[in-house]
């Protein structure tokens, strides 16, 4: 089997990955704060890693992949007060809607999703073992971890500790002895929620949970660690220190990162009011588009989302389904040589999903013109690169019905297809040309070449 690159934040480099022990693989994602609905920024990481999961998979014979549910937070306390509810009861609510956005999304379940709230005693444990090897301090009820105490703090984004500090999310208060101190546990007031510890009653802090879970859960060092790039300082940093300090080692040997979402070309955030929920795009887009969306740029590029990327995603299945109809009686030969296929290259390559796309618009070419005795091969290629990406596994007429049913497409748009279409093959690109007609069609508009230009009507006309 071929061997599988990917870019380490840690060294700044794309690396061949080997996992620490044989054939088994270890991967953590950090998960979502569950006191509200999930935007699609939250679904990058969750999409990246589901597909770098199905890459794992075929490489070895133990994937391991946790991502946790932060279930504790100032957020989560703040949205149950809102809302004169219980944590409980926002907790519980916002991590269903979670698992079942993403289940929409195509996204299989990881094999672990640990709840930052099971795991207090392991966070308490951690917590002491770092007062006793004198990286953290008791202060006005808190424990803070000492960031001057770990010469390297800092490694993973290169920065120095001045310059971290520098506009940074760095909450400055008295009871610090240094500004990028950070909590490992705060204490909780009688009416909020909270665990008895030696340092009285209180909670974790949120860099806390996802050391103690990594142990708890996976061991002292594992293989991969991800998630977004907004995630490297200061919460990825301080796991590292909080980690390391306590019990040495690595903690994690590949860090990977994906880059932001944008919306409309501006950084996605509420204070913008391009904020976009999961459960909302839903409404109007099937969960194939959004994730198809989502991969159409390489995971550590940073991703336009917009209509237009929606409707481009849309039109570019329904023309793969089209292609799947064409064949839905030819039989699927599913052995597959991956090692062979160039979609699969792209994969292993840093997990380039733009490129191993391109490739299975080049297996529907071939399909497009192949014998009878070829067709099985080439569907069982198309799906078994589908299956990579989380694509592709829906029943082709049923998905095609569905889109028909949606609002049909509008004459302008009609219209300036067929002028794309007309500057194409001026420009002799007729597979493009090919493409425009095949996506038309798709939509239930049939195109007639004549001497006197083209004419164009719906199906039902």
Known sequence: MMSLKLYNTMSGKKEVFTPLVPDTVTMYVCGPTVYNLAHIGNARPVVVFDTFFRLLQTHFDTVTYARNITDIDDKII?????????????????????????????ALPPTLEPHATHNIDAMIELTSTLLEKGHAYESQGHVLFAVESMADYGKL??????????????????????????????????????????WGRGRPGWH????????????DTIDIHGGGRDLIFPHHENEIAQSRCAHGGDYVRYWMHNAYVDIDGEKMSKSLGNFRTVRDLLQSYRGEVLRFALLSAQYRTPLNFSAELLDQAQATLNSLYSTLREVQDVDVDMEVSLAEEPFYHALNDDLNTPVAIAEIHALCKQLHKATAEEKPAL???????????????????????????????????????????QQAKLAKDYARADEVRELLLV?????????????WKRKSE
């Open 78 to 106: 703040a949205a149950a007060r809102e809302g004169a509810r219980s944590i409980e009861s926002v907790t519980e609510e916002f991590t269903a809607k979670f698992r079942e956005d993403m289940a929409q999304l195509n």
């Open 157 to 198: 984004s290169k920065r120095s500790l001045d310059d971290m500090l520098a506009g940074a999310r760095v909450a400055v208060a008295d009871y610090k002895r240094h500004p990028g101190d950070f909590v490992l546990w705060k204490p909780a007031a009688d009416e909020d929620h909270g665990w008895d510890s030696p």
């Open 208 to 219: 806390l949970e996802c050391s103690a879970m990594i142990r708890a859960h996976l061991g």
């Open 379 to 421: 569907k069982g290629r198309i799906l078994a690169a589908g299956n990579l990406l989380g694509i592709l596994e829906q029943d082709a007429v049923e998905w095609l019905q569905a889109t028909a049913s949606d609002d049909a497409i509008s004459a302008p748009d009609i219209e300036a297809l067929i002028d794309e279409r």
């Open 443 to 455: 939509q239930g508009v049939v195109l007639e070449d004549s001497r006197e230009g083209t004419q």
